[in-house]
């Protein structure tokens, strides 16, 4: 009978801890272990985010690659021409985000995925000529045998743009920064593209 009564409350302790655990009450001794946990899992989160969008990058570059160097020089050239289309951009999607809060759900669904899309388009066209420019860079730094590839740059300096989020607030502001260049470039490097491929044209009349 005693250990009949001690499984009883034994199994009444292990109920009130569940429903502690799900009502958001601390839990005694488990509180360090869910953090731990919780903290690996946010930092694998990131880390296969932040590689999964460098591997579209690069699938870009390798698809795009003359509109990627193309875009990237003329970054370089006219870096406050993209900075001004850059803070446009990002304008219009806030402003698609908060019109979407006020107008009903099956038209706000619809506006979200576009404001989405266009989002993610500017980011990998952008992102690609900001990550070749950086990646070129610390390439031509290191006088390396890579020099000159596309893929090897946006490699490189996509992944040096992620590991800057690693850095508490500075990093946060870098990343802001070079996705308004990002989103300029998307826009006015296109059109770049576009000027330079008529002036060969003429050139070649």
């Not at 109920?15 to 601390?26: S, Y």
């Not at 420019?133 to 040096?160: C, E, N, Y």
């Amino acid at each position: 009978m005693r250990n009949l009564s001690r499984c009883r409350w034994t199994m009444l302790a292990l109920m009130l801890l569940t429903l502690c655990q799900a009502n958001g009450a601390p839990a005694v001794g488990l509180q360090p272990v869910e953090q731990v946990a919780r903290l690996v899992s946010l930092i694998l989160i990131v880390t296969c985010f932040s590689a999964g969008l460098v591997a579209i990058l690069a699938l870009y570059s390798m698809w795009r690659p003359a509109q990627v160097r193309h875009g990237s020089a003329h970054v370089r050239n006219r870096p406050l021409h993209c900075a001004i289309a850059g803070l446009l951009s990002l304008a219009i999607l806030v402003g698609m985000i908060a019109l979407a809060a006020n107008i009903p759900e099956p038209v706000q669904g619809l506006l979200v995925i576009v404001t989405l899309c266009l989002a993610a388009v500017l980011l990998v066209r952008g992102g690609s000529m900001i990550a070749y420019d950086v990646g070129d860079r610390m390439l031509a730094s290191m006088s390396s045998r890579f020099l000159g590839s596309v893929l090897a740059s946006v490699l490189l300096g996509g992944t040096v743009i992620l590991l800057a989020g690693y850095l508490p607030i500075l990093g946060q502001v870098i990343q802001l920064l070079l996705f308004v260049m990002a989103a300029g470039a998307a826009l006015t490097g296109r059109l770049g593209v576009e000027k330079s491929a008529q002036r060969g044209v003429e050139e070649q009349s």
